[in-house]
């Protein structure tokens, strides 16, 4: 059972990234997925997450409208399409597993499966 984060990247204020999260060892249409970020200094954040049985989903409000999360079963596979990027939204950009099918929360603890981060670096 493995999650691994890619699309990280140096980007100026304004621009875009997309992160995909790509699942192994497990059906995401059995599982919500989240993304998570941490800053240096900072504690870890909740972003998004995803049922990707029902589609449904869930932002933190610093990043609605700006972020979108999506899931492609076929590819067993979450993203994040990240526009308008700030510096504030600096910060090593994690995937994880709910431990429940349908879900709008980003506590952590209820998260079971980790990637290893990939980082996201906005300045100009």
């Known amino acids: 059972v493995q999650l691994v984060e890619s699309g990280g990247g140096l980007v100026q204020p304004g621009g875009s990234l997309r992160l995909s999260c790509a699942a192994s060892g497990f059906t995401l249409d059995r599982y919500a997925i989240g993304w998570f970020r941490q800053a240096p200094g900072k504690e870890r954040e909740g972003v998004s997450c995803i049922s990707t049985s029902d589609g449904s989903s869930y932002y933190v409000d610093s990043v609605k409208g700006r972020f979108t999360i999506s899931g492609d079963n076929a590819k067993n596979t979450v993203y994040l399409q990240m526009n308008s990027l700030k510096p504030e939204d600096t910060a090593v950009y994690y995937c994880?597993?709910?431990?429940?099918?349908?879900?709008?929360?980003?506590?952590?603890?209820?998260?079971?499966?980790w990637g290893q981060g990939t980082q996201v670096t906005v300045s100009s």
């Open positions: 994880a597993r709910s431990i429940v099918q349908v879900t709008t929360t980003l506590d952590g603890a209820l998260y079971d499966v």
